[in-house]
């Protein structure tokens, strides 16, 4: 049996960061974001304007949150999205499916919690903990994306 050991308390964001951010842009439609999280296998993507700079994120989980809302509110239109509903006849279940014209910025949050590459990994936990969030964006001078960590990257690596 092998112990991890913990991080230390000097490492920064920067050191276990994912470096290889992969964005969306906030016009994009919310099929196409949904195809990017899964082809990239990511849980979070920052979202960006024409410029580069992050005016947002977008989770899987965001994604499903507006799905399982939406059914839950009587199949109603609430969030201003096209929806159809269609049945399979050879696997005999029923599809709901998001209008693939809607926005990415309709799904995104807004409110992004950020983090600099150079804070101390402890003020990422505890930012993540608090917010209660996976996921904070690592921005550079210009507030364009250049990271990401998750709540996985705090654990001890091999």
Request: proline share 4%; aromatic share 2%; net charge negative.
């Given at each position: 049996?092998?112990?991890?050991?913990?991080?230390?308390?000097?490492?920064?964001?920067?050191?276990?960061?994912?470096?290889?951010?992969?964005?969306?842009?906030?016009?994009?439609?919310?099929?196409?974001?949904?195809r990017?999280?899964?082809?990239?296998?990511?849980?979070?993507?920052?979202?960006?304007?024409?410029?580069?700079?992050?005016?947002?994120?977008?989770?899987?989980?965001?994604?499903?949150?507006?799905?399982v809302?939406r059914?839950?509110?009587?199949?109603?239109?609430?969030?201003?999205?096209?929806?159809?509903?269609?049945?399979?006849?050879?696997?005999?279940?029923?599809?709901i499916?998001?209008?693939?014209?809607?926005?990415?910025?309709?799904?995104?949050?807004?409110?992004?919690?950020?983090?600099?590459?150079?804070?101390?990994?402890?003020?990422?936990?505890?930012?993540?903990?608090?917010?209660?969030?996976?996921?904070?964006?690592?921005?550079?001078?210009?507030?364009?994306?250049?990271?990401?960590?998750?709540?996985?990257?705090?654990?001890?690596?091999?």
């Amino acid at each position: 049996m092998t112990v991890e050991t913990p991080r230390q308390s000097n490492e920064t964001v920067a050191s276990i960061m994912s470096k290889n951010v992969v964005t969306c842009q906030s016009s994009q439609n919310i099929i196409d974001a949904a195809r990017i999280l899964v082809e990239n296998r990511v849980g979070a993507l920052p979202i960006v304007d024409e410029m580069g700079v992050c005016v947002g994120i977008l989770t899987a989980t965001d994604i499903v949150r507006f799905e399982v809302e939406r059914q839950a509110n009587d199949e109603s239109n609430n969030f201003g999205l096209e929806a159809t509903l269609s049945k399979s006849t050879e696997e005999s279940s029923w599809q709901i499916g998001i209008e693939p014209l809607a926005r990415v910025s309709r799904f995104m949050n807004s409110a992004v919690q950020t983090i600099d590459a150079n804070s101390p990994i402890s003020l990422a936990a505890r930012m993540m903990r608090q917010e209660k969030i996976h996921h904070l964006v690592v921005l550079d001078q210009q507030r364009r994306p250049v990271g990401v960590v998750s709540s996985l990257d705090l654990l001890p690596g091999p």
